[in-house]
Nanobody, 124 residues
Framework: QVQLVESGGGLVQAGGSLRLSCAAS????????MGWFRQAPGKEREFVAA????????YTADSLKGRFTISRDNSKNTIYLQMNSLKPEDTAVYYC?????????????????WGQGTQVTVSS
């Protein structure tokens, strides 16, 4: 079992930046692929980015490449999502997730565990 706690959300103006963090509990954190999803009001939840358990492979939604970067620090049991050049359409609840299947290609990321989410609001 893994518990995920997100932080770093908030209100930011368009063009600004935020860095989300996700702290994970459990000794097996470093063996899990991790990722982020988001859900905007009235919309379906969508994939944002994922990172392999080693940190050697990442996968980011095409529409977010160049603005969003995922990273991890296994020594701190934490992953990050650096978000730059934020737009009002990035407003959403952002969820940290974990996929315990080590054999899965990062492009087929399929999380089992979900955090409670953190709100990101981008004003125009």
């Amino acid at each position: 079992q893994v518990q995920l706690v997100e932080s770093g959300g908030g209100l930011v103006q368009a063009g600004g930046s935020l860095r989300l963090s996700c702290a994970a509990s459990g000794r097996t954190f470093s063996s899990y692929a991790m990722g982020w999803f988001r859900q905007a009001p009235g919309k379906e939840r969508e994939f944002v980015a994922a990172i392999s358990w080693t940190g050697g492979s990442t996968y980011t939604a095409d529409s977010l490449k160049g603005r969003f970067t995922i990273s991890r620090d296994n020594s701190k049991n934490t992953i990050y999502l650096q978000m730059n050049s934020l737009k009002p359409e990035d407003t959403a609840v952002y969820y940290c997730t974990a996929d315990p299947e080590r054999g899965r290609r990062i492009e087929f990321y399929d999380p089992l565990y979900w955090g409670q989410g953190t709100q990101v609001t981008v004003s125009s």
